[in-house]
């Protein structure tokens, strides 16, 4: 089997990427190591790409949700689609490391190589929006301000502690008018403060957002009507308790097309990574797109 990691070489925790090459060295198996690093996240789609083009059977990706991101994307594009399937494996080096805590992958070096090499495939959902495949989630609003404000200084020092730090700068952002219509059928035309689309349940922090799984063929939506410190804190606490839908703030669906339009340009979010501001986010769902290596 040919192994490829495409590492984020600013990340690091445990024995860092020496250990992780040692790791997959060692194991039986593993006739081939193609090895590309990348300083930044948004570098990982061309190693991706390099990697399926030199022969990779299964991928590696050291880093955090941003670098996952990128790579799913650049695995599910139909370019990269038209050479052969490879199988994804994640280490999860980042802040949140999102996809990883949802399938069960633990921040261990070890532990991760073992799943990847010997673990479960399975086929995953990705979410589409604008063009770009996400693995996690999708956000216009509240959250996609709170991730833009948590940049990559921060999250070093502060970890998942910077979320809640810029979280609380948000709290008394505007509303804006928002029209959702899902599977071209009119949803939702109010003001609002956030829009979320959820390819898996859980989210920044652990927090319960949706019912959703992702392999379900479905892509999840939210959109919430909080304003101010009060409403807001009434919001996530119904969220931590598992109960979204239960807010007065909230409201979900599911759907397989969502076109959302906004009044006034919005920065957006995939997966953690912030985007350029958009009047407009036309997701939809990619059923099975990619394999991950699982429990």
Sequence with gaps: MIVAV????KKTFGGGLDELRRQITGQPGVAKLLWYEVPKSRKAGKKVRQAVKDGADLLFVWGGDGMVQRSVDALASSDTKDDHDVDLAIVPAGTANLLASNLGIPRDIAAAVEIGLHGRRRRLDLGNVNGEHFAVMAGAGFDAAMISDAGGSL????????????????VRDQPI???IAVDGADWFDDDATCVLLGNVGTITGGIPAFDAEP???WLDVGV???QGAFEWSRTLGRMVAGQPNKSPFVRTTRAKA?????DVPMTYELDGGARDAVKRLKASIAPAAITVRVR
Excluded: E
Excluded at 258 to 262: A, F, N, S
């Design 155 to 170: 999250k070093k020092r502060a970890g998942r502690l910077a979320y809640v730090a810029t979280a609380v700068r948000h």
């Design 224 to 226: 919430c009507t909080a």
């Design 177 to 179: 008018r928002v029209r």
């Design 215 to 217: 392999d379900d063929g």
């Design 6 to 9: 495409v590492a984020h070489r």
């Design 258 to 262: 969502v076109d959302v339009k906004m």
